[in-house]
T-cell receptor
Framework: RKEVEQDPGPFNVPEGATVAFNCTYS??????FFWYRQDCRKEPKLLMS???SGNEDGRFTAQLNRASQYISLLIRDSKLSDSATYLC??????????FGKGTRLHILP | NAGVTQTPKFRVLKTGQSMTLLCAQD?????MYWYRQDPGMGLRLIHY???????AKGEVPDGYNVSRLKKQNFLLGLESAAPSQTSVYFC????????????FGAGTRLSVL
């Protein structure tokens, strides 16, 4: 099993819809979790950290399920500008960082 | 704010040529990283550094060397470029700790013919 796995997509979603995707991780010695966003031909940028209690930032909600070893990202009222690749990132206690291969999201007008 | 700056942005090499990619950060970060990103492969760590004068191998270090002579700079060298090294190279920096949020440069697109 790969350390960090994501559905590559693409997810084709109409504007205004809600979309969610998960990321699973295999190593329970994980410490921190993040979602990064990468636009086409650009560098990855932090979207949000994922806290144990779950956290929300505007239209974006991230959740962590340690028992089942997955994190999720929910985007409500999706905008055309949300079209991007979303990278799941897991950090371990020894500072090792693993990036998922990303989930491509296309918001359709 | 400059953040993380990579030079050059684009480069075309012939097989066997050498080159150095430069990464500079102005955030006083301890940690710096070099990744390569290929279609369908995601980001793969080449080398990283946890402080000035120290470097370590990542997932795909073969064919590359690095140096961290100054805290703000991290250099990636290709001694004898091969077509398999055609890729987009990203540098990143971060502070140690629980969060360890990485800040990326804009990338260097390298083609080896």
């Amino acid at each position: 099993r790969k350390e960090v796995e994501q559905d590559p997509g693409p997810f084709n979603v109409p504007e205004g819809a809600t979309v969610a995707f998960n990321c699973t991780y295999s190593n329970s010695a994980s410490q921190s979790f993040f979602w990064y966003r990468q636009d086409c031909r650009k560098e990855p940028k932090l979207l949000m950290s994922v806290y144990s209690s779950g956290n929300e930032d505007g239209r974006f909600t991230a959740q962590l399920n340690r028992a089942s070893q997955y994190i999720s990202l929910l985007i409500r009222d999706s905008k055309l500008s949300d079209s991007a690749t979303y990278l799941c990132v897991v950090k371990y206690r020894d500072d090792k960082i693993i990036f998922g291969k990303g989930t491509r999201l296309h918001i359709l007008p | 704010n400059a953040g993380v700056t990579q030079t050059p942005k684009f480069r075309v090499l012939k097989t066997g040529q050498s080159m150095t990619l430069l990464c500079a950060q102005d955030m006083n970060h301890e940690y710096m990283y070099w990744y390569r990103q290929d279609p369908g492969m995601g980001l793969r760590l080449i080398h990283y550094s946890v402080g000035e004068g120290t470097t370590a191998k990542g997932e795909v270090p073969d064919g590359y060397n690095v140096s961290r002579l100054k805290k703000q700079n991290f250099l990636l060298g290709l001694e004898s470029a091969a077509p398999s090294q055609t890729s987009v190279y990203f540098c990143a920096s971060s502070r140690p700790g629980t969060q360890n949020i990485q800040y990326f440069g804009a990338g260097t697109r390298l083609s080896v013919l």
